[in-house]
């Protein structure tokens, strides 16, 4: 698919106004850079960084059924979500592998449920393939609606400056509320997986530039900047936080991949709990997701062998993603590696081609060494 062809947030006309140099991001076309990748970068981790996410998936689901359906197929209770609430919560098939990470914010009458990028389809059909006959309607609002996301710990601060709403820092994670700029309403909620603090913000397609606009106009005093991809892979990575079609996919379990958070050890049966429960009990995880700090050398690719030094030629894992880091100057990665050799200090060797690259497991999220 040539970039003429991929298709573009609604967003993009203020963004190339910004001088955004854009390319494919999740098979979409979208900013990989605006003007300086650092600040980009300073601000997810100091002020606030601003970036749209509208390549997720955006499903509305609705119907008196709506809660037993999904409490029935994810991995987290959902018993507990009222309106204005919400969960971190996992679609697993019934061998216990991974269909996609989810966002779920309950509101009056309906959920909203936000996917990995370009899952929403996919997501739709398998919740509806085993709805039975239950009274529960799914609706693509993808295209209806714009997501943009703040990253740093000054978001509440620039959220709640911009709408004049004063209870923001507060919200539990992953709780929400309706707040608006002028006429343009929408929900906001809380997050806490990259920079540490943030809010994930569904807009209104017609509202979207409105409300871009007005945060990056009032965050201007303060060091706000717009986010690209390459800046927020670097702050993803850091922050541990694995990404569909990389660390997130069919091949993995929640347990490996390390959602811990997004699954209930008490609630009782949903779709995949059986294989689950069964390798927690039985400590059968023969693999988890690490950080590594790869030496100076030549970047491997995503996708390249990892090796046990002792025992070269012999795969015992994978490296999923990788990106320099401007805070540690180092090149880091994420990977999956047998669980033998996941403990933070093991040296490994990433095999990439004919270069063969050290490496040392780190914890998650990084810190400095």
């Not at 809380?190 to 871009?212: H, N, Q």
């Amino acid at each position: 698919m040539t970039a003429e062809t991929l298709p573009r947030s609604v967003l993009f006309p203020v963004q190339r106004e910004a001088r955004a140099a854009f390319g494919e991001v999740d098979g979409w076309e979208m900013p990989r850079v605006y003007e300086n990748i650092k600040m980009e970068y300073l601000a997810a981790k100091g002020t606030v960084a601003v970036i749209d996410r509208s390549q997720h998936g955006r499903l509305i689901v609705s119907g008196a059924r709506r809660f037993d359906l999904l409490n029935r197929l994810t991995t987290n209770d959902l018993r507990q979500i009222g309106p204005g609430q919400g969960s971190h919560t996992v679609l697993l098939t019934d061998k216990g592998r991974l269909i996609d990470d989810l966002r779920l914010y309950a509101r009056d009458g309906d959920y909203y449920l936000v996917t990995s990028p370009g899952n929403q389809l996919r997501v739709k059909e398998h919740i509806e393939k085993l709805r039975f006959r239950d009274d529960v309607t799914l609706t693509d609002v993808t295209s209806a609606t714009a997501m943009i996301s703040l990253y740093g710990p000054q978001s509440a601060h620039l959220l709640e400056g911009v709408t004049h709403a004063h209870h923001l820092a507060a919200l539990a994670p992953h709780h929400h509320a309706e707040v608006a700029i002028g006429s343009a309403g929408f929900l906001a909620a809380r997050t806490t997986e990259v920079g540490g603090a943030g809010f994930a913000l569904i807009v209104k397609r017609g509202d979207a530039e409105v409300v871009w606009r007005a945060l990056l106009t009032r965050g201007e005093a303060y060091g706000t900047s717009p986010m690209g991809e390459e800046a927020y892979e670097m702050v993803r990575i850091e922050f541990g936080v694995p990404r569909f079609g990389r660390e997130i996919t069919a091949d993995h379990n929640p347990l490996e991949t390390r959602l811990d958070d997004a699954i209930s050890w008490t609630k009782g049966c949903y779709i995949g709990q059986e294989v689950i429960a069964r390798l927690d009990s039985r400590q059968k995880v023969s693999r988890l997701l690490v950080g590594l700090w790869l030496e100076p050398g030549p970047v491997p690719d995503a996708g390249s062998a990892i090796e046990d030094p002792a025992r070269p030629g012999t795969p015992i894992g994978t490296l999923t993603s990788v990106a320099p880091s401007l805070d540690y100057r180092r090149v880091i990665g994420l990977a999956f590696v047998r669980n033998d050799l996941s403990a933070a200090g093991t040296r490994l060797v990433v095999a990439a081609l004919d270069d063969r690259v050290d490496a040392v497991v780190s914890d998650l999220p990084f810190r400095k060494p």
